[in-house]
């Protein structure tokens, strides 16, 4: 876990870019009907068994640490225990298959419409998305959970 950890965050040092396709790119609110199926169209989530994507959202995006969390939980997927807003979760969240361009919007999306309050905070940019991207091509949902930065995201 600690390796997985340390080879993010050398990877944010090699900032590759990447072409993109502006006109073929879905926008936010069409991408984050993947999230809605579960996490429901506002955000809300389902307490017990999909968090809520609200205020915790806004502290990982103001966050170097939770922004990484962030972009390994939409590539990598998410699973062990954990509490979100004041309720535990031990569910299973599966990899998300987004290219960088596709997991800037949506996380742009994310924490300025879905997330509440929304924060004002630097855009994810395709760039941002592959530098914390290379270096964990083999991680899993495993490894999300090593990344994420609890004491921001328990909190209500
Ligand atoms: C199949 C259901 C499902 C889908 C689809 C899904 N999620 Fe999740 N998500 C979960 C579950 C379950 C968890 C909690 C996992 C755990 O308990 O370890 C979770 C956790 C999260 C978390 C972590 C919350 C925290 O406070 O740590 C974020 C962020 C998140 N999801 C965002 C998204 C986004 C964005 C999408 C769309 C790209 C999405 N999810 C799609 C089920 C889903």
Redesign the pocket.
């Known amino acids: 876990m600690r390796l997985a950890q340390a080879a993010c965050a050398l990877a944010l040092g090699a900032v590759i870019a990447t072409a993109v396709a502006a006109q073929d790119l879905a926008d936010g609110p069409t991408l ?1 009907t ?2 809605a ?3 429901l169209p506002d955000g809300a989530g389902v307490p017990g ?3 809520a ?1 609200r205020a ?2 806004g502290r990982y995006a103001a966050d170097p640490a939770g922004r990484t969390y ?1 972009v390994s ?2 590539t990598h997927g ?5 509490t ?1 807003g004041g309720v535990g ?6 990899a ?1 298959n ?1 290219s960088d361009a596709e997991a800037a919007v ?1 996380l742009n999306h ?1 924490v300025s419409v879905i997330a509440a309050p929304a924060v004002k905070v630097p855009d994810f940019t395709t760039l941002e998305i592959g530098a914390l991207r290379k270096g964990c091509e083999a991680a899993g949902a495993q490894e999300s ?1 090593a990344l ?1 930065p609890d004491a921001l ?1 328990t909190a209500p």
């Open positions: 984050f993947r999230c199926a579960c996490h068994a999909f968090p994507l915790q959202i962030l939980v939409v998410l699973m062990g225990p954990l979100a979760y031990a569910g299973f969240m599966p998300q987004l949506l994310l959970r994420r995201g």
